[in-house]
């Protein structure tokens, strides 16, 4: 079943979209079980717990969110306009500079350099690949098949999970950051030479923008296109889209939180795990393996399975409760072989994100797929904003000897508390059918 739906989306000219997907993951994957100690090495070199970079982590990642609120929903709306490919190439190129830099040296001073740049480059590009990679899914698949194909989207960046966080078990870090580099000027290379462009006209007609440099399908009127000066209204842009309808409201809010769940976990519990059980960069790996695998394995071949008979409503709902479920084990690990056990639970709850990018998908106009999946990402980018000013501080004080009360997993505790919340909001969600061209 799994091949025939891959060789039905092969069909559908998504091949070359998965690879550049694929590489671009690939190199941003494999440097995450590496950058905690580097920087802590940088910083608090000898450590295991080190309240500096929390806090830095944290200031990141809230003008990351910072830039992205209004980049995302810019973005998407300009890749309506001027075609998928033409404004995927500015992150794919841009984000190769940061890890050049640490692929270069890890001293004090090239991290701070790293450091900055990383701000700046993410605040402009974080989140916008994986955006308009779904739109671009959007424009080339029906609605029936569409959760499907956002589900094996999702394990594409799984797998290349599993296979950069595998590389990073096995490599050194020089070497990693080396090889990640290489990859993310790969898939630059190989999206400008191999990726069709595609963006959809007023009729719901697939053509070829200006821009791109294959031959166009259908030739589009420039009638079509809004005016650039309303696409940078992209604030303003985004809260119009969410006023659009009910559904789309009550998946914003379901979004915010699980994204505020989402950053606050990951900006967290590598800072724990190194506190609590001293973990390093290849005990980071081997448990983003294990939870990489079953991620893959459950968006690749469970979820075309459910996504049509359980609905995505539902199945959304069943991915953010094992999300809670997943983070209060951590908060009350015990042992060092309970986050290994924990991350099993990922088999269930990567469900979440692809079902809220479907379900959205389907309450927009064709030609709106790119300024509908920028603005949850803007809502996302809201969450990417406020998590790390909350729980960054909450981590960082019950990580340390001034905590109020020996229970060093309670900012991930609350963090999963967050969760719940979107947890019951997607209980009181309720699809209507989608709209009709």
Known sequence: ?????????????????????????????????????????????????????????????????????????????????????????????????????????????????????????????????????????????????????????????????????????????????????????LGAVYMQIFLRDSVMDQNNVLCTPIISQGKPIISCKSKSNMPLLKALRSLQDLTSFLNSSKIITQAAIVAFFSNLADVGFHGSMMYYLKAQFHFDKNHFADLMIISGIAGTVSQLFLMPIFAPTVGEARLLSIGLFFHFLHMFIYSIAWSSWVPYAAAMFSILFVFSQPCI????????????????????????????????????????????????FSFPGFSILCIGIASMISFFQSMMLRVVPPILS
Request: proline share 5%; aromatic share 10%.
């Open 1 to 185: 079943m799994s091949g025939r739906i891959m060789e039905k989306l092969n069909l559908y000219g998504l091949s070359h979209l998965f690879i550049t997907v694929f590489l671009h993951n690939l190199s941003t994957f494999m440097v995450v079980p590496a950058i905690t100690d580097v920087t802590m090495a940088a910083l608090c070199p000898g450590q295991d717990e080190c309240s500096i970079a929390i806090y830095l982590t944290g200031f990141q990642q809230a003008m990351i969110g910072l830039g992205t609120l209004v980049t995302m929903p810019l973005l998407g709306s300009l890749s309506d306009k001027y075609g998928r490919k033409a404004i995927l190439t500015l992150p794919m190129t841009l984000m190769i500079i940061p890890l050049g830099i640490l692929a270069y040296s890890r001293t004090k001073t090239f991290f701070y350099v790293y450091y900055v740049f990383r701000i700046i480059i993410f605040m402009i590009c974080d989140g916008c690949i994986p955006c308009l990679a779904l739109a671009y899914v959007a424009d080339n698949v029906p609605e029936s098949g569409r959760s499907t194909a956002f589900g094996i989207l999702s394990g594409i960046g799984s797998s290349a999970f599993v296979c950069g966080t595998l590389a990073a078990r096995f490599l050194s870090t020089a070497q990693t950051f080396q090889v990640s580099t290489f990859a993310a000027v």
């Open 357 to 404: 990018r479907s379900i959205v998908s389907k309450q927009v106009d064709p030609h709106e797929q790119g300024r509908a999946q920028g603005c949850i990402s803007g809502i996302c980018s809201i969450a990417h904003i406020v998590s790390p000013l909350v729980f960054s501080p909450l981590t960082a004080l019950f990580l340390s000897e001034k905590a109020p």
